[in-house]
């Protein structure tokens, strides 16, 4: 169920230019990619193996560093680089340092630890800042330095002047996520060579930082809308992100101004990540998705399973981000059963498609190209 073909209008259509079978755009002006596809990293879910595959295919693989340590990280660029040498993203979060409020952990800690305790396990007597922001560490930056992917994605803000200065002395380019006509301009302000525009449909962690997420974008029309009135007010590459699975809809928001596609979800059921079995099984059977603070202290949209329904009856506030998805992670490992697990998945989740990296690339491509071929 795709959103129809669409044509790309005049003033587009002097920004792209399909070349054989090459989808020129800003984008891929700026990155050196043969296609306006990135695969959005997915902290737990992509892996360098997705990454790699994408990037061969003539796309931008992203690499999700988020949720690892510098040592961790630097393995999963080089791992990643032993199979590609096509332009890769290392995705890392800039969110603020939580506040640490123990009134506030220890009424969560003490409403979820009879769950614990029906486990049999120990309940947690403390949370963590479990990731650290990449602002934080100078150790994450030098590995960037080290390794050079082609870019840098941030998630939750922007990176500090000093950190930006230093990638852009590398050469390395700045993708940065915005959910708001304003976020993106505070975004190109900093330095951004290119911004990531995410609605409310999308899967995983909403990047907003400057307010909660607007439910006006959600949906196509809401996308739309958002890329139509960014694009109208910044001069870098804007990528649409958010609900899109098919070729037809990375065309479809070409079609209002952006110069390619972030897409996460799509990517979930390809073999090459990590997700479970069961992740695979509700994404195939038409689960839907909900946007939730309650698993890691900021929204997120996730799969509507056992967990996601248990963590919204809670009645107690949700520490910030991440020390509640400290809680929330380690009553997970505890009880080990596959749908009492975080699911993050984008209001597309219906229409994925289970094939390897490549084949649903190669797919993407036909689907995009086809659109171009119509209105030639
Ligand atoms: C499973 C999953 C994990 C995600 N993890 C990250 C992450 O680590 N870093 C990040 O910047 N974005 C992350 N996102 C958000 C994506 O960058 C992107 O905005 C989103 O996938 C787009 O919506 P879609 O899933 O509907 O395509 C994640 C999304 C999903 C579905």
């Known amino acids: 169920m795709g959103l129809g073909f669409v044509e790309y209008p005049k003033h587009v259509i002097a920004r792209v230019t399909m070349q054989s079978n090459c989808v020129r755009t800003s984008l891929t002006d700026l990155l050196g990619l043969e296609y306006p596809i990135i695969q959005a990293p997915m902290a737990g879910v992509s892996t360098p193996q997705l990454a790699a595959a994408v990037s061969n295919a003539g796309g931008l693989g992203s690499v999700a ?8 990280a630097a393995r ?3 791992d990643t680089r032993a199979l590609t040498s096509g332009p890769i993203a290392a995705n890392l979060f800039v969110h603020e ?3 640490v409020d123990a009134e506030l952990a220890k009424a969560f800690l003490a409403e979820i630890a009879p769950k614990f305790e029906s486990l049999g396990e120990r309940v947690p007597q403390s949370v963590t800042e479990i990731y650290r922001s990449f602002n934080d560490s100078d150790e994450m930056l030098d590995v960037l330095l080290a390794l050079r992917p082609a870019a840098v994605s941030l998630h939750f803000g922007a990176a500090s002047k000093r950190h930006t200065r230093a990638l852009k002395q590398a050469g390395i ?4 996520t915005a959910t708001s006509v304003a976020e993106a301009l505070a975004l190109e ?3 951004a060579d290119c911004l990531v525009m995410q609605n409310y449909g999308a899967g995983g962690h909403s990047g907003a930082f400057l307010g909660p997420p607007d439910e006006a974008t959600k949906g196509r029309a809401g996308l739309q809308k958002l ?3 960014t694009a109208a007010v910044v001069s870098v590459p804007v990528v649409a992100a958010g609900g899109l699975m098919t070729g037809m809809d990375v065309a479809d928001a070409m079609s209002v101004g952006a110069a390619g596609a972030q897409m996460g979800t799509a990517f979930i059921g390809c073999p090459e990540t990590r997700a479970s079995e069961r992740y695979r099984e509700l994404l195939a059977s038409g689960t839907p998705t909900r946007l939730t603070s309650k698993i890691s202290g900021r929204p997120a949209r996730a799969l509507v399973n056992e967990l996601l329904l248990w963590v919204e009856d809670l009645a107690a506030i949700a520490p910030d981000y991440p020390l509640c998805y400290d809680a929330v992670k380690q009553l997970v490992a505890a009880t080990k059963r596959d749908d009492f697990s975080v699911m993050w998945a984008g209001e597309g989740a219906s ?3 289970f094939l390897p990296a490549r084949e649903l690339m190669d797919c993407l491509v036909a689907e995009l190209n086809e659109v171009g071929a119509r209105q030639r």
């Open 65 to 72: 560093l988020g949720a690892l340590t510098p040592e961790a």
């Open 76 to 78: 999963a660029l080089e």
């Open 97 to 99: 340092p939580p506040r």
């Open 173 to 176: 380019l700045i993708l940065a």
């Open 189 to 191: 302000q900093t330095g």
């Open 227 to 229: 890329i139509g009135d």
């Open 351 to 353: 229409r994925s498609r």
